[in-house]
C-alpha cells in the first residue's frame, strides 16, 4: 500500500472515530444539562480528522470558551 493510501485511511479512521465522540460527548453533556456542542459540520471533521482526539477536545475548549 502507498503511503499516500495510508495517510488517506489513517485520516479517515481519525475523523470516524472524532465526529463518533464528538456525538457521544454531545449526548452525556444534553443530558446532563450543559450547552456544550459541537456541531457536525466540514470544519470538526478536519479537525478531528486532521488532529484526532485533541482536535475534538479543542473543538470543545471553544465552545467552552464562549461559557465564560
Not at 27 to 33: A, I, P, W
Amino acid at each position: 500500500m502507498g503511503l499516500a493510501v495510508k495517510r488517506i485511511y489513517r485520516f479517515l479512521v481519525r475523523m470516524i472515530i472524532g465526529m463518533a465522540l464528538i456525538f457521544f460527548l454531545n449526548q452525556v453533556f444534553d443530558n446532563v444539562g450543559l450547552d456544550l456542542s459541537v456541531g457536525y459540520n466540514a470544519v470538526s471533521m478536519a479537525a478531528s480528522g486532521t488532529l484526532g482526539v485533541p482536535g475534538v477536545l479543542l473543538l470543545y475548549g471553544i465552545v467552552a470558551c464562549r461559557l465564560l
